[in-house]
């Protein structure tokens, strides 16, 4: 064999080794690129979960802070009435991770890179509220007569601010006076003229968005009796 041709060879040889080291090399990052990306999403939900696990156990009305940290690459979070869901993305491949509990979850879970340090707050034993948005926890009254009005309603929950808007059918309530208490109480005064009532009583849903775009759950006020509208036309 001439030296010139077992030196093409050893080129090509040295070629096809690299080529695959290469490749073998790109696959292992993206392995540890994917594995990186789930484990720290994993131990995000999961830590949340442990934590909601424990408020629980205290009690209505407990809460703690949560710290965690999340890569980047995720495109969407779900916080379900059992479960948590983040979706991500891994060298342009999608996947997701999941955490269940037996606990009702609401709220919200974070979709930013960086640490988080997140609220974990039991409404009650079963019902658990992740992260900062605004919840309704109660109305109180939640119903009246048409002729017990006007009347202050108390809007009992979590998370509300001092620029919090309360919205009433859809609507900035604009109609009466509500005033900020404290982070989990507003009140409201409820006038005849914004809750005209229906033969068979008509329910008003309420819900609370905070400065930064957050909305809370919402909750029914029901006015019953016949009332009339602002123009004294009985309403249907």
Avoid: W
């Avoid at 030296?3 to 073998?24: C, M, P």
């Avoid at 009305?61 to 891994?90: E, K, W």
Wanted: hydrophobic share 40%; proline share 6%; aromatic share 12%.
């Amino acid at each position: 064999m001439k030296k010139g041709q077992l030196a093409f060879e050893n080129i090509i040889l040295v070629g096809t080794v690299a080529f695959f080291a290469i490749f073998l090399i790109i696959a292992t990052f993206d392995f540890f690129g994917l594995f990186y990306k789930a484990s720290r999403i994993q131990d995000a939900i999961e830590d949340i979960l442990h934590v909601a696990s424990s408020v629980s156990n205290l009690g209505e009305g407990s809460q703690r802070f949560v710290t965690i940290y999340l890569p980047d690459g995720i495109t969407g979070t779900v916080v379900m009435p059992h479960m948590i869901v983040v979706n991500f993305t891994v060298q342009g491949q999608s996947t997701v991770a999941t955490g269940a509990t037996q606990l009702m979850l609401v709220g919200k879970f974070p979709t930013t890179k960086g640490y988080h340090n997140v609220l974990v707050y039991a409404v009650d034993k079963d019902v658990i509220l992740i992260g900062d948005a605004p919840y309704l926890t109660g109305l109180m009254p939640s119903s009246v007569n048409f002729t017990e009005l006007p009347i202050i309603i108390e809007i009992n929950g979590v998370n509300f601010d001092p620029d919090s808007i309360v919205i009433v059918d859809g609507e900035p309530y604009s109609a009466g006076f509500y005033n900020y208490i404290n982070s989990r109480r507003i009140v409201l005064e409820a006038i005849p003229g914004h809750f005209p009532s229906r033969p068979k009583g008509h329910d008003y849903p309420f819900s609370v968005i905070n400065p930064d775009g957050q909305t809370s759950n919402q909750l029914n006020f029901t006015v019953r009796g016949v009332g009339r509208d602002n123009h004294g036309d009985e309403q249907a």
